[in-house]
């Protein structure tokens, strides 16, 4: 009874309430801008070379110390992209005094932590620790800095881990995007080069000793502490821990100058059956000392900077055509840039780009209204806090700070100068910075279907996923017969392992025999609910006689029965289907002569006369639905593939027109076989175990 009571009187309050106090139907009114408390900088040189910037903030019993050096990606060289990254990854991994594993205890043991990264231009390592283990951090500090090891083993992990993530980044769109945009905008210079493969086999230990030895040195160097401690105390721990550390400043940065764009123009990035586009438009703009950043800082976030802005607004709310466009002005301690992005579907990507255009052309020529003006201002202003609330986000903006050269109140009156931009003076920035009749626009997505749509709005440029130059008639190749080298073709058994997001959770068993004229060609799949058994019967001229295929696809059962004959493939082929019932396709038409079944597709791939540089189109039998396709297979170098079989000299082949591309590895020395299977865009690789 009393819980009923109770239950009536909150009813009878929540009415009372509901019928004083209504809802509010417009938000408040956006209270006075309040300074930034902001703890005070203390600067100090040190006597070998070193800068010590210090913050005070007693409120948290915590400490961020972090050392900074001119030794970022920039300085890579020339085809060994990625140097200063894997020095990053490798300085913390060993001094003479500590091997990895006791760095890594010996920190996290106090629950901290440290850890080294790059950027474009500085190389900075970091600790993390409470404040009664200041000594720690800095003592860690210096012995990684000042005499890092740099394993041999460590570094051919750490080369591993780099591969793997590259490839990873080569099969996302929006990577690829950003890649050919960088290279469009800087050219030549080190802000435009990409890592690559080749980059990364090429970087020896020697190059790792070397570029450490030359790049992260003490003068120059800026030293950030920031957190639970007092000058007094922080100057004693460096002194101690860099004092003797001597050495001259490294060489500066010397690099060409980014081209000149003079027109408007489209690269168009063929990825062979993509169902969506990425869209990246931008320009270069100022150095980061430049006053007008914060009137176009503004500027690009009426545009796209948040889901209030323009193109999110009208792309996605109003058009439904992404999920998310934005735009964002860029700081580097050379020439900047800016870069407006769009994902969409293939089939609305040339009226997004046209609205993406129409939407820079309003920043640049009308007026901002205040309404647009005051809620930028004010996103921006009061975002601004939340960036600089622990040591950790204070010493990595006033690291940004420093290193950019922005000077020692630009902290303190960043909020102020956004505050003081007009509706006039942001729109003359973006006249100034998004610069119409010079943009650089890279479309990464199926050209095939988007070249000719994209030509009415600018001069397009085809090139492939790698960056060369196509001729649009190689858009739609002719597969034909390739005069195959059947003596590759031995009996052997191979095995893979299947790994899914880098975890083992199946494999692939292949066998070929030889019998009288006949090969016959047998696959077993098993990965989770996937379950897949395949039998290829081919003539010893690799012309096809049958396929038959059963499986199961999570519960739905799956077989393919063909015959090829005369010119001809009848059967049937059932295939599995988002409803849940299984989709049945009669088979009965003509293929052309030297038609492949997909199914014996990586068993012939062993027998093409692989050479450097080399691309064949293929006719292959889609045995799933029916149709033929032409399958582009592009031979690139020679690569040390390492897989559980060993490291294996291997061709890179690239397999597009399929409905998904396909990266396979074939090894060099004959008679050949299947070394690694990657299918782009999916988390899935099946490696040679023996």
Do not use: C
């Not at 934005?326 to 050379?334: I, K, S, V």
């Amino acid at each position: 009874m009393r819980a009923a009571r109770a239950l009536s009187a909150l009813v009878l309050a929540a009415g009372v309430l509901t019928a004083q106090e209504p809802f509010p139907t417009r938000p408040p009114a956006a209270a006075p801008l309040r300074p930034v408390q902001f703890p005070p900088f203390q600067d100090v040189a040190l006597p070998n070379g070193m800068t010590l910037l210090l913050v005070v903030n007693h409120e948290q019993p915590t400490l961020s110390v972090s050392l900074s050096f001119r030794a970022g990606n920039a300085f890579d060289p020339a085809g060994k992209e990625g140097l200063a990254a894997l020095v990053a990854e490798l300085v913390t991994k060993g001094t003479p005094t500590r091997t990895a594993e006791q760095i890594a205890a010996a920190i996290e043991g106090v629950g901290g932590g440290i850890a080294a990264s790059t950027g474009d231009d500085f190389l900075t390592v970091s600790a993390d620790v409470l404040s009664d283990h200041a000594e720690l951090a800095f003592t860690l500090l210096a012995d990684v800095t000042r005499r890092p090891t740099l394993p041999a083993e460590e570094l051919e992990l750490a080369r591993q881990r780099f591969l793997s993530a590259l490839e990873v980044e080569l099969s996302q769109p929006n990577s690829v995007a950003g890649r050919a945009f960088q290279k469009e905008i800087y050219g030549t210079h080190p802000y435009g080069r990409n890592t690559s493969v080749a980059a990364y086999r090429a970087i020896t230990r020697d190059d790792v000793v070397s570029f450490a030895a030359r790049r992260i040195r003490p003068t120059g160097a800026l030293l950030v502490v920031a957190g639970d401690i007092t000058l007094a105390r922080a100057r004693q721990l460096a002194t101690a821990a860099f004092g003797e550390w001597r050495g001259a400043a490294p060489a500066p940065l010397v690099a060409p100058p980014a081209p000149a764009k003079r027109a408007t123009d489209i690269l168009l990035v063929h990825r062979p059956g993509s169902v969506q586009s990425n869209i990246v438009i931008g320009n270069t703009t100022f150095l980061p000392t430049d006053t007008g950043y914060y009137a176009a800082r503004i500027a690009a976030h009426v545009l796209g900077g948040g889901s209030d802005s323009r193109l999110f607004l009208i792309l996605r709310e109003q058009k439904g055509w992404t999920y998310g466009s934005y735009a964002a002005l860029r700081r580097t301690r050379g020439l900047g840039y800016w870069e407006a992005t769009f994902e969409g579907r293939t089939e609305v990507t040339d009226s997004a780009l046209v609205e993406l255009l129409h939407q820079i052309d309003r920043v640049r020529t009308e007026v901002i209204p205040d309404s647009e003006l005051t809620a930028a201002r004010g996103f921006l202003i009061g975002s601004f806090p939340l960036t600089i609330e622990t040591p950790r986000q204070i010493a990595s903006v006033v690291t940004n700070a420093r290193l950019l050269g922005l000077g020692p109140t630009y902290i303190q009156r960043y909020r102020e100068r956004l505050a003081a931009v007009t509706g006039p003076r942001a729109r003359a920035a973006a006249q100034r910075t998004f610069r119409r009749t010079a943009l650089t626009i890279v479309v990464v997505g199926d050209a095939k279907t988007l070249y000719d749509k994209l030509k009415p709005i600018a001069a397009v440029r085809l090139v492939d996923i790698e960056g060369n130059a196509m001729n649009p008639a190689d858009l739609n190749p002719t597969g034909g017969p390739v005069a195959f080298d059947a003596t590759q073709i031995v009996a052997r058994s191979d095995s893979f392992q299947a790994l899914v997001q880098g975890n083992a959770l199946g494999g692939q068993a292949t066998k070929v025999v030889l019998s009288g004229d006949s090969i016959v060609y047998t696959e077993n799949t098993a990965i989770g609910g996937f379950q897949q058994r395949s039998t290829v019967v081919l003539n010893r001229d690799l012309t096809m006689r049958r396929t038959e295929q059963t499986g199961t696809v999570q519960s739905q059962q799956t077989s393919i029965q063909l015959a090829y004959s005369g010119g001809r493939v009848k059967g049937t082929a059932m295939s599995p289907s988002p409803t849940g019932t299984p989709r049945s396709v009669a088979v009965d038409t003509t293929v052309p002569t030297g038609t492949i079944d997909d199914n014996a597709l990586t068993l012939v791939l062993t027998a093409l006369p692989l050479e450097q540089g080399k691309t064949f189109h293929l006719n292959v039998f889609s045995s799933g639905d029916g149709v033929t396709r032409v399958v582009s297979v592009k031979v690139g170098g020679v690569e040390q593939v390492v897989v559980p079989a060993g490291t294996i000299p291997a061709y890179r082949l690239e397999l597009a027109g399929m409905q998904l591309p396909l990266v396979v590895h074939v090894s060099r020395d004959k008679p050949r076989r299947i070394v690694r299977i990657a299918p782009t865009g999916a988390p899935l690789v099946f490696e040679l175990v023996k």
